[in-house]
């Protein structure tokens, strides 16, 4: 008999504890599967802030690293400035890091320093019940925004990667999504770029992940695909902001 | 070793290299600037890394993934700085990792001023991050004795896995004095076996967490970190006595402002006042055990370059046993001798 799945080993056995339908799970397997692919899971160290993802530290099968809400970018700096040899990833929300720790964002892409940024967008506060994020979209309805958010008092959601591709030291930027199985195949690809940026050392780099929270947009898995296609993607473009030059 | 004149700011990042520190993360305010720069200009020559953070928020941060990685990590900062490092120190007590923490405190509240102040007691001692922890804090009084305790701090942190606090005011920071590095008391540290170095996949994932999301876990969790302070508490607690055998009056001091309050004592004795001196080192755990050992005494005065903060330690020390006053300048006034010598004798006058 041939094996056509199986679990990877980047992943330990505890089960996850996300909502059904929530694509956190698929990004955690592509960063698994990537670390493993590129040998590099017995030198990995992860850091997970505060957010859904918060017990992350129980689901990578390697060391790992707790912060607080947004200064993820700040403890894997202190990691990797100690341990330049080892492969060092934060794994982040978007109230995570496009609202409450956008200093340590910014800042560990302006020094360049060379780890790895996951960044979950799911456009809502998840673990604390679906507030408004910076990355909410107009209309959008959030417990913190009940009427829907309003550009003319809440602004117009943050476009991180667009705005870290602007600096030089955030070497590679992608945003992909994981709604369909040609984007999970994507973004895997830019995950693993970004983690071979990191170790040819040569600076900061961002994957930005599209994802689903059904759970706070109030809708089935299903339905929660399909609103990430349908709204998230046009404000949101998919594509490439930075790569480091071949051969360089 | 030959002594070396040095300003207090190199002094303590001198020790801390001594020590074994090799990674520093800071931000800059005054009046601490010369720790840092000093820092920038040493460490790269012993491949050291030094980094000046956007904030102290983030710089707190990074010490808790260097600390976290094992390595002997130290930041500093002054009163407004320590203020928005309080959550990482937090996180860091929380997640038992060892670090060292400089305080070269100045005025407040709020932006305050740049000249020398002791108004971060409650801060430094009470915890101003949140929930149940606990941490050292050393309140060096002379240059030599930053540099000692410095050095210390470092082993002191990495056999309890606690932060450690250095505190002084800005005084210490600035003036210059002679000083020798020695080498600290032998301790048996523990193997850093915890530090998130990397699995080589030869052993399971190590974790540094602070989070217990079961309350009986956390509970226990509080209960162990508790007990770790009880040892504390036991073994790491520092004072001076000064002039105390026989005096009527004791003064309680610490920092720079024990160095005046010396001189006030002396003052009084050539007057034939007996005055003595507690010389907290270590402001918590604080010298609780000093206040069994002045049996003449009559009446405590708590001076401080503040509004009156350790006084509330020195009425709990003192258990309601002896009346305490309190002599304080503040806002970056430094208190004279001559002035504490009147408090002195108005207090012993029986003014009150
Ligand atoms: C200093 C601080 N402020 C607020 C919180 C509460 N909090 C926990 S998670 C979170 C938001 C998480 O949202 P996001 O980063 O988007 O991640 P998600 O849960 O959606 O995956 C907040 C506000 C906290 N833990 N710490
Ligand atoms: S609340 Fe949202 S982001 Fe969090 S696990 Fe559930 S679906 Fe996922």
Redesign the interface.
């Known amino acids: 008999m041939s094996t056509i799945f199986e679990r990877t080993d980047g992943l330990?056995d505890k089960q996850f504890h996300y909502c059904p339908g929530c694509t956190h799970g698929v990004i955690h397997r592509l960063v698994g599967e990537v670390l493993v692919e590129l040998g590099v899971?017995?030198?990995?160290?992860g850091?997970a802030p505060v957010g859904c993802s918060?017990?992350a530290?129980?689901y990578?099968?390697?060391?790992?690293?707790?912060?607080?809400h947004g200064?993820a970018p700040?403890?894997?700096?202190?990691?990797?400035?100690?341990?330049p040899d080892?492969?060092v990833f934060t794994y982040q929300g978007d109230g995570d890091l496009a609202s409450i720790g956008t200093?340590?964002i910014?800042?560990a892409a302006?020094?360049g320093e060379k780890f790895t940024t996951i960044f979950v967008n799911n456009a809502i506060y998840g673990m604390t019940g679906g507030q408004m994020a910076p990355t909410t979209l107009i209309g959008q309805k959030a417990t913190t925004a009940p009427y829907g958010r309003d550009a003319a008092t809440t602004g117009m959601p943050l476009r991180m990667s667009e705005m870290l591709a602007t600096i030089d030291g955030a070497v590679f930027v992608e945003r992909v999504t994981v709604h369909n199985v040609a984007g999970i195949r994507k973004a895997k690809k830019a995950i693993k770029k970004a983690f071979e940026v990191q170790i040819a050392g040569l600076g900061f780099g961002i994957v930005e992940i599209l994802s689903t929270c059904p759970t706070n947009w109030g809708i089935t898995p299903v339905e929660s695909l399909k609103w990430l296609e349908e709204n998230m993607l046009p404000y949101y473009p998919l594509g490439n902001f930075r790569t480091p030059e071949e051969g360089k | 070793m030959a002594k070396v004149l040095m300003k207090g700011n190199e002094a303590i990042g001198a020790a801390a290299i001594k020590a074994g520190c090799k990674f520093f993360f800071g931000y800059p305010i005054t009046p601490q600037n010369e720790l840092p720069e000093f820092m920038s200009r040493e460490l790269p020559k012993i491949d050291g890394v030094f980094v000046q953070a956007e904030s102290e928020v983030a710089a707190i941060n990074m010490i808790y993934g260097a600390a976290g990685a094992g390595a002997r990590t130290m930041t500093s900062s002054s009163s407004p700085g320590m203020a928005l490092k309080q959550e990482g120190i937090s996180y860091i007590a929380g997640a038992e990792l060892p670090c060292v923490i400089v305080n070269i405190s100045r005025g407040g509240p709020g932006l305050g001023g740049i000249q020398p102040s002791q108004a971060d007691y409650f801060q430094s001692t009470r915890g101003g991050g949140n929930g149940d922890y606990r941490h050292l804090v050393y309140a060096p009084s002379t240059l030599q004795e930053a540099v000692d305790l410095t050095i210390e701090a470092f082993d002191i942190a990495d056999y309890y896995r606690n932060p450690v606090i250095v505190l002084g005011d800005g005084m210490i920071g600035q003036m210059m004095e002679p000083v020798e590095f020695n080498e600290p008391k032998k301790r048996d540290l523990p193997a850093k076996d915890w530090a998130t170095t990397g699995t080589e996949d030869k052993r399971r994932p190590n974790i540094i967490n602070s989070l217990a999301l079961d309350p009986a876990e956390l509970e226990k969790h509080n209960i162990k970190l508790d007990n770790k302070y009880k040892a504390m508490e036991e073994n790491e607690v520092r004072y001076e006595m000064y002039k105390t055998e026989g005096a009527e009056l004791i003064f309680v001091a610490y920092g720079t402002t024990a160095r005046i309050v010396k001189n006030a004592v002396d003052a009084l004795e050539a007057e034939g006042i007996k005055a003595g001196l507690i010389r907290p080192i270590t402001l918590w755990p604080f010298p609780n055990k000093a206040f069994n050992e002045i049996p003449t005494a009559k009446a405590l005065v708590s001076v401080e370059m503040s509004m009156g903060q350790m006084i509330d330690d020195v009425k709990i020390a003192n258990n309601g046993k002896l009346p305490v006053h309190f002599y304080g300048r503040t806002g970056g006034m430094i208190p004279t001798p001559e002035a504490i010598v009147e408090k002195a004798k108005e207090i012993l006058g029986g003014g009150k």
Do not use: P, Q, S, W
Request: one cysteine or more; proline letters at 0%.
């Open positions: 330990t899971l017995g030198k990995a160290v850091v918060v017990l530290y129980d990578f099968n390697c060391d790992m690293h707790e912060a607080a200064r700040a403890v894997a700096t202190g990691i990797k400035r100690v341990l080892n492969v200093a340590e910014i800042h302006h020094r």
